[in-house]
Each structure stands twice: as C-alpha cells, then as structure tokens.
C-alpha cells in the first residue's frame, strides 16, 4: 500500500467529532465507505492537510450516486478582493446542502475550566472553540452574502434553498495516564492516542520512534518507516520545542506494537 493509500485509510477510518448538532451545528452523515478513487487527487508532498483532507471528503461524496457535486471550493470576490470560500454544495434526492469540510487534531487540556475549549491544537495556536465560532461567524454566514448570491445566480443555482451542514472528523489525543474513559459533547470514538511531556519519556526508553511528515499524520502507525532510538528523538525534540512545536510521533514498543501520541513542549 503506497502512501497516499494509507493516507486515505487513514481519513476513512476517522469518526466524526459529534453526531446530530453541536453548538447548532449540524453534522453530515455520509453513505458509509471503505474506498475511495484516488486518482484524481494530488500526490504532491507540498499540499496543505486541509486542502488533501478536502479532496478526500469530495473523492467520498462522487463514490454516492444520490449526490450531484454542484460546486466546489467556489471562491467570492468583492472588489477584486477575496472574503471567503464555500467548500462544497450538494444536491440530494431531498435537499440541497451547503457544507463545509474539516478535519482536525486536538489534544483535551484539564486544566482549562470550560469542558469545550479544552480541546486545543498541538501548539496551543488552535481550538474547538475558536473554529466552531468561524464555522458559525464567517463560513456558513458566507452563503447569504450579496457577491455570493449573484454568484450563485450566474451558475443558474441561486433560487435554491440550502441546508448547511458541517463535515467535521477529528482524532483527539488525551493525557498520558489520562483515567477517564467518556469525555462530553464529543465522539469518543475519535479519541485515538495520548500525548505526553519529555519527562514522560523515562518510561520509554527501551521504545523506537518515528517522526511523520505533517501529510502522514493521517496514517495509522506501521512497521514499515525509518525507526530511531530514543536518544535520536530527543535531538529532534530539542529543536522542535525550541520552536514551540509539538510533533506527533509514532512509538513501537519491545513487543512491536505501535502508538500515535504527541510529545508537547507546553
């Protein structure tokens, strides 16, 4: 299995974060799939996560034959200037569906009192919170906008009525040692590692480490990647952390089997 192959499984096998409304968002629920048609999706290594994430949910949505595609990533301009995108609109046998796409990774912090915003971006530059509050204040909003209804009306769709929705998958990483088994408001289910601090690792030194590529943090851990020793990482760690950046690694233990974490500089 090449990469972008395992990156694809890697996006299928990731749950939504919330199912039915969250914050009076709704979430969309898809045809389930186990494959999707790669071919048309771009192998570069220089593509943003977002912008790769996105052409996986479209590649998803083209495998359902009740859906008609009507227009993607439609940019609207005013004044020869940029105020946003709509990522995605749908047809379906019963309604039409303005959706925006995301796909995140989050690490839940205790020590912030309100239940929601403790789940944060690795560097602590992101959160929950802030990208609900987008969703709700600029994207979806975008739909309404005068140059986006005349856009619309120029493409032959600006009569119809849209449900908006949300496509939001995210794998979620908790404490190391972290006790507790069900966390509110969110799907469990996306909970798919921990993340520990570099004190932790005196309790991993006899392990192996891999560093991932940001496009590969889609991917679920395998044997087949260039291992280093706990010493090596440290090195790595030093620079990284001197930048304020927390980077995902892979771990195979004595026995050979394999863990997704973070190792934060916070």
């Not at 619309?152 to 404490?175: M, N, R, S, W």
Request: negative net charge; proline residues 5%.
């Amino acid at each position: 299995m090449n990469n972008i192959d395992k990156r694809v499984t890697g996006y299928l096998n990731t749950s939504v974060l919330w199912r039915d409304t969250l914050q009076g968002l709704q979430q969309y629920q898809p045809n389930k799939t186990t494959t999707i048609d790669t071919s048309s999706i771009a192998s570069s290594e220089n593509i943003r996560l977002g912008k790769l994430t996105e052409q996986f949910v479209l590649a998803e949505l083209e495998r359902d034959p009740s859906l008609e595609v009507m227009v993607t990533n439609l940019q609207v301009f005013k004044d020869r200037v940029t105020i946003g995108e709509l990522d995605c609109l749908l047809k379906t046998p019963n309604e039409c569906i303005h959706l925006e796409i995301v796909y995140k990774f989050y690490l839940y912090d205790p020590s912030i009192p309100d239940e929601l915003s403790r789940w944060i971006g690795p560097n602590r530059k992101d959160s929950l919170v802030f990208k609900l509050a987008k969703l709700k204040e600029k994207q979806l909003p975008l739909l309404y906008h005068p140059e986006t209804q005349n856009l619309l009306q120029e493409l032959g769709i600006g009569a119809l009525d849209f449900e908006q929705q949300v496509y939001f998958k995210a794998q979620l990483f908790v404490p190391y040692h972290w006790s507790k088994t069900d966390l509110p408001l969110i799907n469990n289910e996306c909970i798919i590692g921990y993340y520990l601090r570099p004190d932790d690792l005196t309790n991993f030194s006899d392990f192996e480490f891999y560093i991932p590529n940001k496009l590969d943090w889609l991917i679920e851990p395998h044997l087949d990647v260039k291992w280093m020793s706990i010493d090596d990482l440290k090195k790595h760690l030093y620079t990284l952390h001197s930048n304020q950046v927390s980077p995902m690694c892979w771990v195979k233990t004595t026995d050979a089997q394999l863990q997704k974490l973070f190792i934060v500089w916070w």
